[in-house]
Nanobody, 124 residues
C-alpha cells in the first residue's frame, strides 16, 4: 500500500505563488512510480494539471498551466512538488497528488493511489 499526503495549500492573492508537496510512504513505494497532480474546482470535474515520469526526465502540463506551474520530484525524499507561479483565481481548486506504478509518464485519470487533497484558493 502507498500513502500520499499533500501539503502547501492555502490562500494567496492573484499573481502570487505556492509550492505544493506530496510525501509518499508505504512498503511498496519506490522511485518506479509516475506521479501526477490533479485538481478539482468547485462544480467541475477533476483534471490532470501536471505529471512526471519516474526520474523527472519527462513531464506533462495542461495547457491552462503551461509556463506557470512546474512539477518536480526528489526520489531520495519520496516527494513530488508542484511550484505554482502567477496564480489566477481560476486556479482555485482542491489539488490532489496521485501515483501510478509505471516508469513512464501517465496522462489520464487511471492512477493507482491518491492523496486526500489540499485546498488552494486564489483571491482576485
Amino acid at each position: 500500500q502507498v500513502q500520499l499526503v499533500e501539503s502547501g495549500g492555502g490562500l494567496v492573492q492573484a499573481g502570487g505563488s505556492l509550492r505544493l508537496s506530496c510525501a509518499a510512504s508505504g512498503r511498496s513505494f519506490n522511485s518506479n512510480y509516475a506521479m501526477g497532480w490533479f485538481r478539482r474546482a468547485p462544480g467541475k470535474e477533476r483534471n490532470l494539471v501536471a505529471a512526471i515520469n519516474w526520474n523527472g526526465g519527462n513531464t506533462y502540463y495542461a495547457d491552462s498551466v503551461k509556463g506557470r506551474f512546474s512539477i518536480s520530484r526528489s526520489n531520495s525524499r519520496n516527494t513530488v512538488y508542484l511550484q505554482m507561479n502567477s496564480l489566477k483565481p481560476e486556479d482555485t481548486a482542491v489539488y490532489y497528488c496521485a501515483a501510478h506504478r509505471s516508469l513512464d509518464l501517465r496522462i489520464g485519470e487511471t492512477y493507482d493511489y491518491w492523496g486526500q487533497g489540499t485546498q488552494v484558493t486564489v483571491s482576485s
